[in-house]
């Protein structure tokens, strides 16, 4: 008799190369796959915030973003402009039998990674989408603050 091992998927951790094909699909790597097909909704919100790193949310933590600006009222402008942002570059996706979720047209046009090589990160909930290009500049801004963002952090208990 076979036994299920019934223990939660742990979030991956690292940077993960991938591609966005010709058809704006990114294929998520094996650890992703395995994490995101644990999830009671197989479903997507693929967007971008910043206009520069595309991020795919599972449909119940958008959910949670659309309520925190539902009751941003100290902040409306700030999350009147964030859901504007979020519904004009984003769309809903799910994932197929080869683990690719749908970027859409426009969102991968702006964030340059059609066609192109891409770099996923699992953080705060979603998947980050980074071009080789804001992966790069990325990198060079942490290498840049490292030293005083590595004291900051281990005051802070960082091990």
């Not at 010709?22 to 644990?38: A, C, M, Q, S, Y």
């Not at 909704?41 to 971008?48: A, L, S, Y």
């Not at 206009?51 to 599972?58: D, E, L, Q, V």
Request: proline content about 6%; glycine content about 6%; overall charge negative.
């Amino acid at each position: 008799m076979e036994t299920r091992d019934n223990s939660p998927v742990r979030p991956p951790l690292g940077t993960y190369s991938s591609r966005c094909d010709e058809k704006g699909r990114v294929r998520l790597p094996k650890e992703f796959e395995d994490f995101v097909r644990t999830f009671p909704e197989q479903e997507f919100f693929v967007t971008t915030l910043d206009g520069a790193i595309g991020r795919i949310y599972p449909i119940a933590v958008w959910r949670e973003n659309l309520r925190l600006f539902d009751e941003a009222e100290q902040d409306q402008q700030a999350a009147d402009d964030l859901a504007y942002m979020a519904d004009y570059w984003g769309s809903v996706s799910g994932i197929d039998a080869q683990a690719r979720v749908l970027v859409p047209p426009k969102l991968r046009r702006e964030l340059g990674i059609e066609n192109q090589p891409v770099h996923l990160r699992y953080y705060r909930g979603g998947i980050d989408i980074y071009s080789e290009a804001v992966s790069e500049r990325r990198l060079a801004e942490a290498s840049s603050r490292l030293a005083e963002n590595l004291a900051i952090m281990r005051k802070r208990g960082l091990k």
